[in-house]
């Protein structure tokens, strides 16, 4: 291989698989000083070289600790979903949020009866800033619509990780677990009816289970609220990525979609 190509493989593999700009971007560099030295004199001894200085850098990640209780508070204190997505915005204890583009929040319609929970962007979404846009989300809104509900109408939607990890690798749990803090209160201030886990990452972490999604799927769960006391019914089902992997598991998938659709017009009928 030349050495040109192993470098484009190289950067691919780090996650630089695309290009969205005319020009390139070093987003971890540190910003360049704001006015430059004046030379030395030419008889003063030679100046050390001096490291970047800290608080000019964006600074490295906080220490997990520490960022999961920055999580934590932050969450806490939104009152409104507005609130919970400037405070996220404001967040810089996931590292992933250096080397992404946007921070994915949510999309669809806050305060629906039905919200999906999915794993992390990919680079469509990190480019578009919306989660779920790209081939497993024109999927996932088809299959849907088999059952009625439209994205700009019936559900919200959203995913345990806010930024896209590099190369669309699994996010870890480290990643996952700080941003938990955020996708629960972002569920209890959507307030759904019901909750969709879309594959083990979601399922998982916000069951707080190891059990597969073979097995957590195709029934009734309880997500609990925490420091609430408060349960929403809840259903883990494939990821539409897996979908389009294993195209033969959307028959399991369908039976999946009308227990949701079942559920959410017997819930209908009980309030009339
Ligand atoms: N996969 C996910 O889990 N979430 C997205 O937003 C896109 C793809």
């Known amino acids: 291989m030349s050495k040109d190509l192993a470098t484009l493989a190289w950067l691919v593999e780090m996650g630089a698989d695309e290009a969205i700009g005319d020009q390139p971007v070093d987003r971890l560099a540190p910003p360049p000083p704001a006015t430059p030295k004046p030379p030395a004199p030419p008889d003063a001894p030679a100046a050390p070289a001096l490291l970047p200085v800290a608080a000019a850098s964006p600074g490295p990640p906080l220490p997990s600790a520490q960022a999961a209780a920055s999580a934590e508070a932050l969450a806490a204190a939104a009152r409104s979903l507005d609130e919970l997505e400037v405070a996220l915005r404001g967040f ?30 990919g680079a469509d979404e990190d480019r578009l800033g919306r989660p779920f846009v790209g081939v497993s989300g024109q999927l996932l809104d088809t299959m849907l619509r088999w059952i009625g509900l439209e994205r700009a109408r019936d559900f919200y939607i959203a995913n345990v990780v806010y930024w896209r990890p590099p190369g669309n690798r699994q996010p870890t749990t480290a990643e996952i677990s700080i941003c938990l803090p955020f996708i629960r209160r972002q569920i209890e201030l959507a307030k759904p009816e019901i909750l969709v886990f879309l594959g083990n990452s979601a399922a998982q972490a916000l069951l707080g289970t190891t059990g597969g999604i073979g097995r957590l799927r195709g029934r009734w769960l309880a997500y609990r609220i925490p420091g609430t006391g408060g349960e929403l019914q809840a259903m883990a089902t494939f990821h539409p990525a897996y979908l389009l992997r294993s195209p033969a598991q959307k028959r399991e998938s369908w039976r999946d979609l009308l227990m949701i659709k079942n559920k959410l017009s017997d819930r209908a009928n009980e309030l009339k």
């Open 92 to 121: 810089d204890g996931c590292a992933l949020k250096a080397t992404a583009t946007s921070t994915v929040f949510a999309d669809g319609v806050p305060g629906s009866r039905l919200m999906l929970v999915g794993e992390a962007p």
